[in-house]
C-alpha cells in the first residue's frame, strides 16, 4: 500500500515537472520582452545641447546650467561646408575656436553641410569626406579633444540624395567612429523615397517646421503642422532621438513682404525697447526709424516675434512620447546660449525629460 501511495506521489511530481516545462517554455519569451521594455522604459534620458557659436566660451549661466543637468555630452558645430562663390568647389565656412576647456565633456563634432553641395552635379564625394574628416581632426588634435561619435547635419533632397548618402557610407568608413545625422520630418514621412542614410542614429529636428512668412504662423513650431508626420514615426526603421528648440527670432517685414531673420530676438526684449511697439500678441510696429543690433528698421516695419513656450516643449514631448516607437537615448536642445536660456524656469529640461 505504502508502495503505491509513493508511485502515485512519484507520478503526481513527475506529471507536475512536464506541465512547468511546458509553461516555462511558453511563458518565458513573453516574460523575456516584459523585462526588457520594462528595463527600457526605467531607462532615464538623458540631457544633451547642441553649441552652435563661432566661439566656444561658456558664460556664467550657460555653465550652471551645464552642471544643474548634468550635462555629460556636447554637440558642437566645427564648421560649415557651403559653395564657394567663383570656383563652385566645396569649402569650409566659420570653423569654430576653443576658449574652453572641455575635458568634463563628451564631444561630438557637428558639421552642417549646405544642400546646395550636394546638389553639385560633378561633386567629387570621395574627396569631400576626406577633407571633411580631416578638418575636423585637426581641430581635435589642436584642442586636444577625442570622440567617439561624429554628426553630419545636411536636409538633403530627392535631387541631393544620392551623393549625400554616397558622401555618408565614404565618410564612415574613413572615420571608424559612431555615426549620427541629423532628420528632418519630412524626411521620416517619405523615408522610401528620401531614403535612411547608414549612420548608426538619427536626431529629429523637431523644429523649423514652416515657411517663414508674414502672416501669424511660428515657422519654428505649429502643433498641427507636426501632426501630419507624427503617425510615420512609428514606421521609421532608425532609432531617433530628439533634437527640440529652445531660441527664438524675430521676423523682419516690410510693406508685408520678409526681409529677413533676426535672431537673439523675443518680445521680453523688445518691450523694453521705446522703439517698437506691441501691437498684437507677437507683432510689434517701429515707432521711428533705428538700428538695433547692427540692423536699421524703417519707421512701420513690422517684427513678428517666434518663440518656443514651455507650454509648447511640454506639448513636443507629449506628443513625441505617444508616437515614438523607442524612447530617445537623449534630447539635445538647440542651442546652448544664454539668451535663450534666459527665457526658462530652470528646472525646464528636466521638466521636458520626465515626459518621456
Known sequence: MVSNILKSHNFLLLGLNVIFQVLLKRLFPILFLFLLFSCSKNEKTVISFYYWKTILKFSKTEREVLNENNVQKLYIRYFDIGVHPETKNPIP?????????????????????????????????????????????????KNKISCDEIQIDCDWTLNSKDNYLKFVEVFKKLSKKKLSATIRLHQVKYFKKTKIPNVDSGVLMYYNMGSIA???????????????????????????????PIYSWGVHIRNNKVIGLRSKMNIKDLLQDSNFEKISPIFFRVKQSNYKNGIFYEEKDLLKIEEISTK??????????????????????????EFNLNNYEKNIFEQVISEF
Do not use: C, G, W
Open 93 to 141: 565656412v566659420s570653423p569654430i575656436r576653443f576658449d574652453e576647456n572641455l575635458n568634463q565633456y563628451a564631444v561630438v563634432p557637428v558639421v552642417f553641410i549646405q544642400n546646395k553641395v550636394m546638389l553639385q552635379p560633378n561633386l567629387d564625394v570621395n574627396d569631400l569626406a576626406e577633407k571633411t574628416f580631416d578638418f575636423i581632426e585637426q581641430i581635435n588634435q
Open 312 to 337: 509648447d516643449l511640454k506639448e513636443m514631448a507629449d506628443d513625441l512620447d505617444e508616437n515614438l516607437p523607442q524612447k530617445p537615448k537623449e534630447i539635445i536642445f538647440y542651442d546652448l546660449d
Open 214 to 244: 508674414p502672416d501669424s504662423l511660428n515657422s519654428i513650431y505649429d502643433q498641427k503642422a507636426a501632426s501630419k508626420y507624427l503617425k510615420s514615426l512609428k514606421k521609421y526603421p532608425l532609432h531617433l532621438d530628439l533634437a527640440l
